[in-house]
T-cell receptor, first 111, second 112 residues
Framework: GQQVMQIPQYQHVQEGEDFTTYCNSSTTLSNIQWYKQRPGGHPVFLIQLVKSGEVKKQKRLTFQFGEAKKNSSLHITATQTTDVGTYFCAGQGGSARQLTFGSGTQLTVLP | DTGVSQDPRHKITKRGQNVTFRCDPISEHNRLYWYRQTLGQGPEFLTYFQNEAQLEKSRLLSDRFSAERPKGSFSTLEIQRTEQGDSAMYLC??????????FGPGTRLTVL
């Protein structure tokens, strides 16, 4: 079945430093979605990427979808303490409607 | 609040008991999903409804698990004869055709 791997598992950064998390799928995806989960909270939708090579930006967040539609990345510029949480990528492949989630990257931002 | 709601938010039960969780999706969403999340892991897909039809079930969903969405609105997830390994956060999500899934706050199940 489809597997989605995400690295790193943990990342500690000083406030103001950049952060990147990477996501790789074992199969070609129809789209990839990114979610943020705060401690004790539930996944909150950030963005969906559909097209090969797509790049989308949300303020300090930049999302990329690979040319082969098997990998993706999330980059945060100049992290802030409000960025703390676990970032998950989640892929949809073929006709499947369910999302296959990566294991997440837990971001800690030190003030 | 027009988001996805789940009830109860927390459930503590003894091994062997049955439990039932409820999910109310965003009102115009025709798709409803159940996921399970354990500590340090991403959500794992359990099952999916389009309107009242249950279209997909994960191999994770053993015979002790059953889900319904009788009128295509709210859904229930029942776990029979609970085991300690069932302890997890059970998340519900809903979506429209565009497939962006919006998650509810989850029900945290603890099986003693």
């Amino acid at each position: 079945g489809q597997q989605v791997m995400q690295i790193p598992q943990y990342q500690h950064v000083q406030e103001g430093e950049d952060f990147t998390t990477y996501c790789n799928s074992s199969t070609t995806l129809s789209n990839i979605q990114w979610y943020k989960q705060r401690p004790g909270g539930h996944p909150v939708f950030l963005i969906q990427l559909v097209k090969s090579g797509e790049v989308k930006k949300q303020k300090r967040l930049t999302f990329q979808f690979g040319e082969a539609k098997k990998n993706s990345s999330l980059h945060i510029t100049a992290t802030q303490t409000t960025d703390v949480g676990t970032y998950f990528c989640a892929g949809q492949g073929g006709s499947a409607r369910q999302l296959t989630f990566g294991s997440g990257t837990q971001l800690t931002v030190l003030p | 609040d027009t988001g996805v709601s789940q009830d109860p938010r927390h459930k503590i039960t003894k091994r062997g008991q049955n439990v039932t969780f409820r999910c109310d999706p965003i009102s115009e969403h025709n798709r409803l999903y159940w996921y399970r999340q354990t500590l340090g892991q991403g959500p794992e897909f359990l099952t999916y409804f389009q309107n009242e039809a249950q279209l997909e079930k994960s191999r994770l969903l053993s015979d002790r698990f059953s889900a319904e969405r009788p009128k295509g609105s709210f859904s229930t997830l029942e776990i029979q004869r609970t085991e300690q390994g069932d302890s997890a956060m059970y998340l519900c999500a809903s979506s429209l055709v565009v497939d962006t899934q919006y998650f509810g706050p989850g029900t945290r199940l603890t099986v003693l």
